[in-house]
């Protein structure tokens, strides 16, 4: 790709998609998402995608278009992104990527294993199996990728199981063998770290002004519409803790402070994983270091 990428990253509520819009119209950008659960058309208001107005006339790809009840992963963004980068380069602009999933940039800019589909019906068998099982077979078959999941996650213990009765070979190989994904000649990379304390304070505003937006209503038409199936959209910050009202297990109020909580958790884990892996980043922490990343551009 002769065009140069900007990759924007960044914490939740850190302001990376006004951000990402600014830079976008400074170099005749368009912005790519990558954040997993902005990718799902169910949920509007509690993944905080941007609306109409916030986009500000700029072109902006992969918000919104899986269904609820779809599992999409890495490498199923990948697959999408790639000609995505491509088309936007191949018109003379300039892919701006923006979002918080680590995942997505780690594979997109150090590489992926290329993994065989897992078949629907060996999905359909591993979707059956009993947690405490899951766990035990995943750890039988794959003891270095299964030391990596904390707690019962039965969507990556699943993918453990899975991966190795498709194709006979552990998952944690295939991850070993990777590939490069984006080749351009030019890459900038930032990733916005604010001051913790003010981001924790952005993000109880924001979710409080999700509430005011419709998130509860939000809440029930996702349930309405893909049920209570394990698509890892229902394990949403935000959404989960509404669900649970919904479902009588809590109030209202304790909803809300536990979604504020635990997405101020997130934040935590998301600035300590940027830290770790984007050292070789330019890191935006005031105003002053954006104006200066734009300036580089």
Same mark, same amino acid.
């Given at each position: 790709?002769?065009?140069?990428?900007?990759?924007?990253?960044?914490?939740?509520?850190?302001?990376?998609?006004?951000?990402?819009? !600014? /830079?976008a119209k400074a *170099?005749? $950008?368009?912005?790519?998402?990558?954040? @997993? +659960?902005?990718v799902y058309a169910d949920l509007k208001i509690l993944s905080a995608r941007p609306r109409a107005d916030e986009m500000d006339g700029v072109p902006h790809h992969l918000f919104g278009h899986i269904s609820g009840g779809t599992a999409y992963s890495t490498g199923e963004w990948v697959r999408d992104v790639v000609p995505?980068?491509?088309?936007?380069?191949?018109?003379? !602009? /300039?892919?701006?990527? *923006?979002? $918080?999933?680590?995942?997505?940039?780690? @594979? +997109?800019?150090?590489?992926?294993?290329?993994?065989?589909?897992?078949?629907?019906?060996?999905?359909?068998?591993?979707?059956?199996?009993?947690i405490n099982d899951l766990r035990e077979e995943a750890q039988a078959v794959d003891p270095i990728a299964t030391a990596r999941i904390l707690g019962d996650d039965?969507?990556?213990?699943?993918?453990?199981?899975?991966?190795?009765?498709?194709?006979?070979?552990?998952?944690?190989?295939w991850q070993a063998d990777t590939r490069p994904v984006l080749r351009a000649e030019r890459i900038f990379r930032a990733v916005i770290l604010p001051d913790r304390k003010a981001l924790y304070a952005r993000i109880d505003a924001r979710f409080d002004r999700m509430i005011q937006a419709g998130a509860l209503d939000e809440a029930r038409t996702v349930v309405a519409s893909v049920g209570r199936n394990r698509s890892p959209m229902l394990k949403a910050i935000g959404l989960s803790h509404l669900l649970s009202y919904l479902d009588g297990g809590c109030d209202l109020e304790t909803a809300i402070q536990t979604a504020k909580r635990d997405s101020r958790r997130l934040a935590k884990r998301q600035m300590t994983w940027f830290r770790n892996?984007?050292?070789?980043?330019?890191?935006?922490a005031t105003d002053e270091d954006k104006d200066e990343f734009l300036a580089s551009l």
């Open positions: 790709m002769d065009s140069p990428v900007i990759c924007i990253a960044g914490p939740t509520a850190s302001g990376k998609s006004d951000y990402a819009v !600014r /830079v *170099v005749d $950008g368009e912005i790519v998402n990558a954040d @997993a +659960l902005q995505v980068l491509s088309a936007i380069a191949g018109r003379g !602009r /300039v892919p701006v990527i *923006v979002g $918080g999933t680590g995942l997505y940039f780690q @594979a +997109l800019l150090q590489g992926l294993a290329d993994i065989p589909p897992v078949p629907d019906h060996i999905e359909g068998e591993v979707s059956g199996i009993d039965p969507q990556r213990l699943g993918r453990v199981v899975g991966v190795w009765r498709a194709t006979g070979r552990a998952l944690s190989d892996r984007c050292r070789d980043w330019s890191v935006l």
